[in-house]
């Protein structure tokens, strides 16, 4: 009787549960429907801040617009070209505001972006780096001397005022500064600081150019001191001054000397 009982008990025992099944299913059903889609970083924008961007936007174009030079490279001239300003000018009081800028003025400029770091403001350089430019053998000579020098370089040592400068070198300048620009900066450094020496013209300085083609080295003390201390063929007289603004040499007449 036992055994009977037990066998008829065992299927029943074995089989599936089909109630707990059904739970089973019920839960899981009930569990995706809670899920929810991942929403991190997909929340629209609020009015308000696209609002401030869109100020923000606004306002930094119009200060670039009012503030930028109009962007052009030539408002920030490195080497002392024309202010954006005087270019525009038109009409009689534009084209007197370019005569009134002589060469003097304009070698001025470019002597403060690219000469003045070594050879200071004042033209005394730096003790026994860079030599002075006031009262100099080599500025206040002839214009053969200095414009070798701008046109090609230097390299030292060598002596100025009696004081030797071991560790000179200067930069040639030949592939930088343009003819006119190489002669306006002459004319100036040869016409400051006390220094009373004749101008010096973009033609002077393209003839030189020419002559000094072939040669590619910078010079020595005993290169430049080789050469006669003389002017440049085609320039004004030795000991003439350069023009003062806004009275250039007519043609074929060369500056009044200082009396």
Sequence with gaps: ????????????????????????????????????????????????????????????????GRYSGNFSGDALDPYGGEPQA???????????????????????????????????????????????????EFTTGGSRRPAMIVLKGLQGPVTVKGQKFGTAVMQPWDKTLTDQKIADVLTYER????????PVTAEQVAALRKELANHPESFGEHDILAVPDEDLPGGAPAGAAPPKPGEAAKPGESPKPQG
């Design 1 to 64: 009787m036992n055994e009977e009982t037990a066998k008829s008990a065992s299927p029943i025992g074995q089989g599936m549960d089909y109630g707990e099944q059904a739970d089973v299913q019920q839960v899981h059903a009930a569990v995706q429907r809670e899920k929810r889609e991942p929403r991190v970083g997909a929340e629209p924008l609020s009015i308000w801040l696209i609002a401030v961007y869109g100020l923000a936007v606004f306002f930094g174009g119009a200060y670039l």
């Design 191 to 198: 016409s400051e600081w006390g220094n009373s020496a004749s």
């Design 86 to 136: 005087m270019k525009k000018a038109a009409g009689p009081q534009g084209e007197q505001q370019q005569a009134e800028l002589s060469p003097r003025d304009r070698g001025k400029k470019i002597f403060a972006a690219n000469c003045q770091t070594c050879h200071q403001a004042n033209g005394l350089g730096v003790a026994g780096q860079y030599p002075p430019l006031a009262g100099s």
